[in-house]
Every structure is written in C-alpha cells, then in structure tokens.
C-alpha cells in the first residue's frame, strides 16, 4: 500500500507517454503508481495519507539547472540589496545593516543593480569610517569606499588585477571604487568568511526557502571537494532535502595535475549529493563590458575584452576533462564565448572520439545564426536562465544597450535554439537572481518584443516545464531517476496553489508552491 496519495490532481506527468494523470501514489522514496482516482483506491488502506489538491497542477519536483547554493547561502547574511533603485535607499539599507552588526569589520551588501553607484565617494558619504564592499547582482562587479580600498592596498595605482579583471581608475590613477572580475577578490578575500557553524546554518534556512518554492533539486555552478563535502555532511545527519549535483571550479591557474580532485568528487555518489562535472568561465557579463562578442558593443565600440581562456588553452584543458570522464560546464555570455566554447567542444570529439558527454554551455545571452546548429550536431546542451532576459525594452536595462538592436533577434533566444534542435535545460542563476520558478516560467511565458521585427522568443507552458523536470534531469544524467512522475521514479513532487494550465499566463505570478516533496517525504507545505 502507498504511504501517501495524491488525488483529485491536474498532473503534468513530464513523461511523454503517458503526460497526464490525476492520482500519484507515493511508496517510501519512490513513486508506486500514477493514473486515475479510481486506480488509487487499491494503494489506499487506513495507514496511507490521503491528499487532496482539488485540481491543483502536480508536477515533477524542479530542477534547477543552474545555482550557486553555499556562496548565495552565505550571501544571505550580508546586506540584500537586490531591489535597491537609488543611493538613498542604499543609505538607508547600510546604516541598518552597519547598526545591528556593529561588531562586524566590514560593511558587505549583495545584489545592487548596474547604475546606482558611481563611484567610491557615493559610499565614503553614507559610511567613511568602516569598509564597505558592495557586490552586483550578476556577481561580476563590486564597488568599494575609500577605506576598502586603502585596506587592500589598491587606491592608488601599483596593485592590479589578474587577467580580464580591472581595478576602474581615473585620469590621476586614483581607483573609482569599481572592481571589474578578478579585481573583486583584491577587496573580497579581505572580508572574513562565516565558521562553519554559521555557514550550515546559513546553508541549511536557504534550503528551507529553496524546498519552499518547489525546487527539488539544483546543479551548482561552483565547487571544490571541501564544498562538497559541506553538502555532503548534512546528508550523512538526515538534514539535507535538497539534490545537489556539484561541479569542481576550473580558473585559469589550474592544471591538469589539480583534475584529480575533480576525479574524486566524481566518486561521490550520494542520494542527495554528489559530484562529476567541471565549470569553466570563457567570458564575464555585458553589463561590465567583459562579455567576449564577435562584435563590438553597440555602446562602446572601444570595449574589446578577450576571453578567459584563449582557444587552445580551453581546448587543452577540456580535453582533460573529457577524458576523465567529467561533464563539462561553461559560461558564456557573448556570442564569442559561444562560438569559442564550441570550437573546444568539437576539437575535444575529433580527439577523444564522441560519446554521450552531455557538455554544456551556460547562459547564452547572445548567439550568432553561424551557430545555431552546433548545438545538434555536437550534442551539445543549452542551459539558459530566462528571467536574465530584459521582459521589455522600457530603457531601464543596460544591458539592451550594450547589445544593441542587431543581435536582439538572437538574443535569449529560447525557441529559435529549441527549435534548432537543441535541447534545453532552465534554471535561475541564483544568487543572480530570485530562484522562484515562477519568475523565470513568467519571463518564458510573457517576455516583450524589444523591436517589431524580432521573431518571438517565448515559449508554453509545458515546453519551460519540461526544461525545468525531465530536460534538466537529462542535462545531469539523471532522466531515469528523476524529473518525471513516473513509477519507479524518485518521488520528488511539488504542488501548486493553482491549475496552472488554467490560468491566464499574464497572471501566472500570483501562483506558488503549496507542497513540496522530496524523496517521498513532505518538506514543505503551505
């Protein structure tokens, strides 16, 4: 008999043979049985819990593709400033932050949108006497008063960034406050890091919020085996409710010798835990002029960053990669990392031969029609973030302006990728951005034309379902464990406060998780 049913349910199955259901039994981690009301009567006696969702849409638990778990969890007890618009609500968010932690060295804020700070002396106005370092949304750019940077040796000139970073000075070779990339870490290394007992603590209320919202399962995008094991720790404890697939961090110091580490993680395998992907970086962001395009930005033709990594350095490490076996994550912003990361992934198949290596390319804000179809032909997958997407183009986003109206047509260009062949794989970016599916499924759904003559980017319903249960389950090697309510499958379930497919998709907002299941146990409900 099921330990607990669902009846009375719109289930959106995942699962293409059989898409639709009304009654899901669930039996200790793993699901029994799925089809009618009637059908769950005979896994119904006095002992199963019996749930009605009065036709409330089921689906799969999601998967969110793209995440950064313990640095966001630990940014969660720095100052959030993610909807900060002008200097005087930064002010007013700082004092209170540097009042209620008045023990605390350094004044830090996380997640400032591009615009609000010019410069080191709209901070030095709010506090002058403590260091303060303010992080972007997108993690690429930070911004720091005096006494930061005096502490870090770098206000005047002397100290430099490492590779594409940049330490943003005027005409006297006073820095501004700005810190491009690498630069960041000359100020953030200085800012001491929670003990481990904060950090689970921190990592563990971020879980709770994640399960809140029907995320079931996340891949990271950042790691080490130390990381790892962090997760791994509150598995051993039964504390973990969260699956966690955990890449090792690649950074252009690293070598093929230091891949061994990547090899071990891969050995963890745990229910909720484990390892056997890298992540690379081939550019930054747009929005800071580190994006590498194939042509210059619309608004500063002089901005000409290169990449991360040169082609035959990426190629060469890669390849190493490859042969251990490792899936291969990469971020790339600008059409020029796209392309450049491609070319590494179809030398890496005439090297090492083809096989079923599921690579990645993350984001892809910007895509050039020479490589659409690449993705196809090399297996390549497309993992995309859509509330990354400006939903119109009101003039409030720079980042419609650094691209300028030549590359909108394929720009976040979901459905000529998908259409393309390509498979497609949906996540959040957090702690870029707000992991609440809905927001990313709403961005999908509603996204605006920026000009008449773009072709229509947006996509259904189950079409951005799909990429966040049973294609994401795919883009981790997962689809036979996971990502459809499947029998046999693991019982990793969410439930929604509304018929989704009901719904008019502009109001699509206004629905949330009500009922959150993973591995057959319920961890939240609402």
């Not at 639709?20 to 059908?39: L, M, P, S």
């Not at 804000?365 to 390549?380: A, N, S």
């Not at 497309?382 to 909108?408: F, K």
């Not at 883009?475 to 009901?502: P, Q, R």
Request: proline fraction near 3%.
């Amino acid at each position: 008999m099921a330990d607990i049913i669902i009846i009375n349910a719109k289930v959106f199955t995942s699962d293409k043979e059989n898409p639709w259901a009304e009654a899901v039994g669930i039996k200790g981690n793993r699901i029994e049985f799925v089809g009618t009301n009637e059908d769950a009567k005979q896994f119904t006696d006095s002992n199963t819990k019996v749930i009605d969702a009065k036709g409330k849409t089921l689906t799969a638990g999601f998967i969110d593709s793209h995440f950064h778990l313990l640095s966001g969890s630990i940014w969660a007890g720095s100052a959030q400033l993610y909807n900060v618009t002008n200097l005087n609500e930064l002010k007013e968010i700082l004092l209170d932050f540097a009042n209620k932690n008045k023990t605390a060295e350094w004044v830090d804020g996380r997640g400032i949108k591009y615009g609000v700070i010019n410069s080191r002396k709209d901070l030095d106005e709010i506090i002058s006497d403590r260091p303060i370092y303010i992080n972007a949304y997108d993690g690429h750019t930070s911004w720091a008063n005096t006494k930061a940077l005096e502490m870090a040796g770098i206000l005047k000139s002397g100290i430099e960034a490492s590779g594409v970073g940049e330490v943003v000075r005027d005409e006297n070779g006073l820095a501004t406050g700005e810190l491009r990339e690498t630069a960041m870490d000359l100020v953030e290394t200085l800012i001491p890091e929670p003990d481990d007992a904060r950090k689970r603590e921190l990592l563990k209320m971020t879980i709770q919020n994640i399960n809140a919202s029907g995320i079931t399962s996340i891949h990271n995008m950042n790691g080490d085996m130390k990381d790892l094991m962090t997760y791994a720790a509150l598995e051993d404890t039964d504390e973990m409710t969260l699956r966690v697939y955990v890449p090792y961090s690649i950074t252009p110091e690293t070598t093929e010798e230091m891949l061994s580490e990547a090899k071990e993680m891969a050995n963890i395998k745990g229910e909720y835990v484990r390892g056997g992907a890298v992540k690379f970086f081939m550019d930054g962001v747009w929005e800071s002029y580190t994006a590498l395009n194939l042509e210059p930005y619309a608004d500063n033709p002089n901005a000409k960053p290169d990449g991360i990594y040169s082609l035959e350095h990426f190629t060469r490490m890669a390849k190493a990669c490859d042969t251990l076996g490792l899936q291969i994550f990469v971020h790339c912003c600008g059409d020029g990392a796209v392309r450049r990361t491609l070319d590494g992934y179809e030398s890496i198949q005439k090297s090492n031969g083809k096989r079923d290596s599921r690579h990645r390319v993350e984001h892809i804000e910007v895509l050039h029609p020479d490589d659409l179809h690449r993705f196809k032909d090399l297996g390549v997958i497309a993992s995309m973030q859509t509330s990354h997407a400006p939903l119109r183009n009101d003039g409030t986003d720079v980042w419609i302006q650094r691209v300028g109206a030549s590359r909108w047509g394929l720009s976040f260009a979901w459905r000529t990728i998908k259409n393309a062949g390509a498979h497609l794989a949906f996540g959040s970016d957090w702690n870029v951005a707000p992991f609440d599916p809905m927001i990313n499924i709403n961005a999908a759904l509603n996204r605006e034309l920026w000009a008449t003559d773009n072709p229509n980017q947006n996509l259904t319903l189950e079409e951005v379902i799909f990429g966040y249960t049973c294609d994401a389950a795919y883009a981790e090697f997962m689809e036979h464990e996971k990502g459809k309510i499947k029998a046999g499958y693991v019982a990793d379930l969410v439930l929604f406060s509304d018929d989704l497919f009901a719904m008019n998709p502009k109001d699509i907002l206004q629905a949330q998780a009500v009922m959150t299941i993973v591995n057959g146990k319920i961890v939240f409900e609402n």
